[in-house]
């Protein structure tokens, strides 16, 4: 991958007013994003490797691309403004129609996660992007240090 991305993994995940919080990062940093509950579920039962009843959304997208031919190779995270972050999907894809190209398709950075994390797919950030966002390493330490704060919160441990 090139040097203009970092590599981050959900690191852990907590219940947050209205939502979920998400937490992105690797050894040098940590940042959160904010998340619908039933996003951050998806998150943690991909994750968790827990199988669900009926197909969630993003097992129907992995499902979907599975049977196009397609493949997710990778998240990146590509924007921060306004509180905002955005997210790219970077999929490869190969059939009889298609020979192997990589589409670009723009998502909710929480959709992504959520793929990603059903895929097993890398996640990135973008190196401005990086640089932006504020680390929260210390607030995730001292989440941890706590314990469990209440129902909903699932940190890496636990996944």
């Not at 993994?9 to 040098?28: I, K, P």
């Not at 959304?57 to 979907?64: D, I, M, P």
């Amino acid at each position: 991958m090139s040097k203009g991305v970092v590599e981050v993994h959900v690191r852990a995940l907590a219940a947050a007013d209205g939502g979920c919080a998400v937490f992105l990062g690797n050894a040098e940093k940590v940042f959160l994003i904010l998340v619908d509950q039933s996003v951050g579920v998806a998150i943690a039962l991909a994750l968790q490797g827990t199988p669900t009843e009926r197909p969630l959304t993003h097992e129907l997208v992995a499902t979907v691309l599975r049977a196009l031919g397609a493949k997710l190779e990778r998240v990146v995270i590509n924007n921060f403004e306004r509180d905002t972050f955005f997210a790219t999907l970077v999929v490869s894809a190969e059939n009889e129609l298609l020979r192997k190209s990589l589409l670009e398709l723009d998502a909710r950075p929480s959709d992504c996660i959520a793929l990603a994390a059903r895929q097993g797919a890398p996640i990135y950030v973008n190196r401005d992007v990086w640089n932006q966002v504020e680390d929260v390493s210390d607030a995730l330490r001292k989440l941890r240090a706590e314990g469990s704060s209440g129902p909903g919160e699932w940190n890496e441990e636990d996944l």
